[in-house]
């Protein structure tokens, strides 16, 4: 139930970085971490996207650079009528730590200072960079290196926003990460269904009071309100993309009254479901 630790040193053989290209039929949910840097960018491809305690939707265009260490997937939630694309380049810290102080660096130094939560990128420039992506994963040696710079200086001057919070990265190199991991996981499979707080506390041998101060102390927020935050996430996507009445989409979402979804919706979104769904 923990985060798995992927090996990628072996895969890189002595290279500096590694940039490939993936087509999938689906995006299996694959909770894992690994001590590179990673830039993935969604060529095309829709789901959800876990980066630390942060669960939102992706979609074509998705750009995130995320630290070393950081646990991360991402999961479509139904085959696509096409292949799912993804770009990607993985790199260690001390592949590119023996050019980080020279003066040029100082924005790519503090880029991946501020990458230790994960970062989205947004902004017109998101094209350019996957031009360059484009190119780099058809080029070797020093083309492919100066392709890697170009990529790195466009992202360090484009709009980010991070996306696990403060107190996730706080925790993460410690042994609450194997705890926080396991409930993460098993609040993902669980979600749409019935979510018992004495289940919870039993996976990580805690009382349920125990269990309640530790989550909000090594997460910053209550137990209910993560777990609200990915059903409301769910039911937004519905909202969007189906015909389905709001008290069935608020019963697949997790919630057993439907007073009580609209009510949670309202104070996280600021908004009404049925608002929300004209809206959009």
Known sequence: MRAKLENLAQ?????????????????????????????????????????????EDFTDGDLVLLGPMLPHTWVSEKPASSYYRVIVIQFSADSIQPILNYSEMAKIKQLLYRSERGLQFNGHQKKEVAAILNEMKQSNGMDALLCFLQVMHKISNMESRPLATSFFTEYQTNQNQQRMNTVFKWVQQKYTGRIQLS?????????????????????????????????????????????????????DSGFDSLTYFNRTFLKIKGITPRAFRKKQ
């Open 11 to 55: 895969q890189h053989n002595n290279q500096s970085f590694l940039c490939y290209e993936l087509a999938l039929p689906t995006f299996e949910f694959f909770w894992h971490y690994h001590p590179e840097y990673e830039l993935t960018y969604i060529i095309n491809g829709f789901g959800k996207r876990i980066v630390g305690d942060n669960y």
């Open 199 to 251: 289940e919870a506390a039993a996976l990580i041998h805690l009382s349920e009071s125990a269990f309640c101060k530790f989550f909000k102390r090594v997460s910053g927020k209550t137990f209910s309100g993560y777990v609200n935050d990915i059903r409301i996430a769910h039911a937004c996507k519905l909202l969007i993309e189906s015909d389905l009445p709001i008290i069935q989409i608020s019963g």
